[in-house]
């Protein structure tokens, strides 16, 4: 029902600026504001976790602790794109980050925290140097 794609991952120093997008694709008849959707990571050796995420209306919007004042999750309704706009990066940020959507994601903030969620794109890499 909905394919998404995430674009924009690189290699960027500490301290730097990055900006992830994702477009999602929908099947005939689905509405993308009915979808929340939101960001996952998984650094090396480490289990995935979630980032940020967006209501469909982008109403509401959370963040994970780690990244609370640098990140910055945004929403295009018209255009079925997303975005996260990622500041002060550090070298721990380092991660594949995969765009999610599901009809539920982001109805509370604890939504950061599993993984039963529908839509996974295939995800990419960004990499910060120190």
């Known amino acids: 029902q909905v394919q998404v794609v995430e674009s924009g991952g690189g290699l960027v120093q500490a301290g730097g600026s990055l900006r992830l997008s994702c477009k999602a694709s929908l099947a005939h008849d689905y509405d993308f504001d009915d979808y929340g959707m939101g960001w996952f990571r998984q650094a090396p050796g480490k289990e995935r976790e979630g980032v940020s995420c967006?209501?469909?209306?982008?109403?509401?919007?959370y963040y994970a602790d780690f990244v609370k004042g640098r990140f910055a999750i945004s929403r295009d309704n018209a255009e079925n794109m997303i975005y996260i706009d990622m500041n002060s990066l550090k070298p721990e940020d380092t991660a594949i980050y995969y765009c999610v959507a599901d009809r539920y994601l982001c109805q509370s903030e604890s939504d950061l925290l599993h993984l039963r969620h529908n839509y996974w794109g295939q995800g990419t890499q960004v990499t910060v140097s120190s």
């Open positions: 967006i209501s469909g209306r982008g109403d509401r919007k």
